[in-house]
């Protein structure tokens, strides 16, 4: 199986291949989260002017990516200082809980948006 992977063109990258896709990636959600921003103040400003119906949708998607992006950070963080006394018990486990928290929060209020703005689901 590894030969075809081989002929195919995937391999386990290296340092630098690894620092350039992390790069990468870091330069593609700086993109996405500015364009989700500027996208959610474009809708606001049309409710604004138009009062007409507001579009959710950027704004969920802006908070959904950060959520995944903190909560997958401190994740990360407590699993490598899982093995270290001193730094695994005041690690991110209440950040996470908190974080957890949060995310039950921001499903409720879209919940109830959606609720009260009377669509159907």
Avoid at 1 to 7: A, C, E, H, N, W
Avoid at 38 to 63: A, D, K, M, T
Avoid at 94 to 102: E, N, Q, R
Wanted: aromatic share 10%.
């Amino acid at each position: 199986m590894r030969k075809i992977f081989k002929k195919l063109g995937f391999h386990r990258p290296d340092e630098m291949e690894q620092h350039i896709l992390l790069k990468a990636q870091r330069i593609s959600y700086l993109f996405l989260v500015a364009a989700l921003v500027i996208w959610s103040f474009y809708e606001s400003g049309q409710v604004y002017r138009h009062h007409g119906s507001l579009n959710l949708l950027p704004c969920l998607l802006l908070v959904a990516a950060l959520i995944i992006q903190t909560l997958s950070q401190l994740i990360l963080t407590h699993r490598a200082v899982k093995d270290s006394e001193e730094t695994y018990e005041t690690g991110p486990f209440i950040k996470i809980v908190t974080w957890v928290c949060v995310i039950a929060g921001v499903f409720a209020a879209a919940v109830t948006a959606v609720l009260m703005m009377g669509v159907m689901v």
